[in-house]
């Protein structure tokens, strides 16, 4: 008999639990939980070079992201039978702050996106609708037959449109694409026909002229910057420029950690936020972009396979539809800054700096650990 046999076989002796074990415990996926851990790490780093290492950005962005984990944790914590009973409140509930918004928020830089309880926070509703939207179409595509008829896929349609044209109001073009997005990701993951989308796309494209002169001014301006940024190289052309300038001169291997000059002489606009990602392309080059890149690839395959997990119908739609949320969020991002994209204002997933974002996104991937840990299967 082995040690080890003699001590299994003692009265109350327990075998040692491993890290592992204790995560699958509460409910925690333990590689996608280290993916997200290395991605905030090295967008913690990032952000300290992009604010030319002032400590308070750095101090302020540890704590936000101390309670975005903490949310995430509580998130996975509840079961799947919850979220569904409560997705048509919670929906609901976030329509009315969004028309509370349109009728008495605070209005900031000419926009009107935010809620104000005075004296305790000033809180942006919008934010609450990327999860709340596909919550809620997965719930109404539930107890349906799938793939889903044309009455359904109008009804949701409908049940993304209005909270993502209260958004547009705001203006907020940016998060009005990012909930329509999650929205449409349920409706396209219950089986919608390929021909319906090509059909969509072309109903779109014919209808871009006059979706042309429902923009305001400054998004026609954006749109037109893309396609010829020079035309205008001190105003509306200068992000891009900029961006495009700073990922260039990084080249392979990059200037290195706190060297970047665009951003550290204020030539890169939003270097914190939004336009983050050219901070990375300039001191850690194109070596850089490529390792986040492939984070963020990890990140998604693996939220598509705890998706594919998850025990029921409800469950499979939100948290398939949630990981390609987070894929929009890398695209956009990434083409904004590009060039490729008009500007929207749509951070880089955990490494802009900001909570508001980073909390949804991690009560998202505590939702998706929820759905796919009670599943009746095994993660190992």
């Known amino acids: 008999m082995s040690t080890h046999d003699f001590v299994r076989t ?32 090295f967008g913690l780093v990032v952000l300290y070079s992009a604010v030319n290492r002032d400590a308070t950005y750095f101090n302020n962005q540890l704590v936000r992201m101390g309670l975005a984990f903490t949310v995430m944790v509580v998130a996975a914590q ?56 596909p919550m809620m179409v997965a719930w109404y595509f539930h107890d349906r037959s799938l793939p889903p008829s044309f009455r359904d896929v109008l009804v949701a349609l409908g049940i993304i449109a209005v909270p993502a044209g209260c958004i547009i109001l705001q ?10 997005g999650a929205g449409l990701a349920v409706v396209v993951l219950a089986g919608l026909q390929w021909r319906w989308i090509g059909l969509a796309l072309l109903a779109l494209a014919a209808a871009a002229p006059g979706l042309w002169y429902t923009l305001q001014d400054y998004q026609r301006q954006r749109i037109l910057t893309l396609f010829d940024p020079e035309s205008d190289p001190l105003g509306a052309g200068w992000n891009i420029i900029q961006s495009t300038t700073a990922i260039g001169s990084g080249g392979i291997q990059g200037k290195g950690l706190f060297q970047g000059t665009q951003s ?48 029921n119908t409800y469950g499979r739609l939100l948290a398939g ?3 390609l949320t987070f894929f929009v969020y890398v695209f956009v991002n990434i083409a904004m ?44």
């Open 10 to 41: 003692l009265p109350g002796s327990r075998p040692p639990v491993s890290a592992r074990d204790q995560l699958l415990r509460i409910h925690l996926d333990p590689l996608l939980l280290l993916l997200l851990i290395v991605i905030v790490g």
């Open 171 to 180: 203006p907020d073009l940016g998060t009005g694409i990012l909930v329509a």
């Open 78 to 133: 509840l079961d799947p039978g919850f979220y569904r009973r409560w997705s048509p409140v919670v929906y609901l509930f976030g329509v009315i702050l969004l028309v509370l918004v349109l009728l008495v928020g605070v209005r900031v830089k000419g926009s009107q996106r935010w809620l104000e309880i005075p004296g305790l926070l000033r809180f942006q509703p919008s934010e609450l609708m990327k999860i709340a939207v």
């Open 264 to 311: 550290h002489l204020e030539f890169l606009p939003e270097s914190q936020t939004d336009f983050i990602i050219a901070v990375v392309g300039e001191e850690l080059g194109l070596v850089g972009i490529l390792l986040l890149l492939s984070l963020y690839v990890v990140v998604i395959a693996r939220g598509l396979i705890l998706a594919a997990r998850a025990g």
């Open 337 to 380: 800054v590009s060039g490729l994209l008009p500007v929207v204002g749509v951070p880089l997933p955990l490494v802009s700096y900001g909570g508001t974002s980073a909390i949804t996104l991690m009560a998202g991937f505590g939702l998706i650990m929820a759905l796919a840990a009670r599943s009746g299967g095994s993660w190992r």
């Open 321 to 323: 539809a949630l990981t």
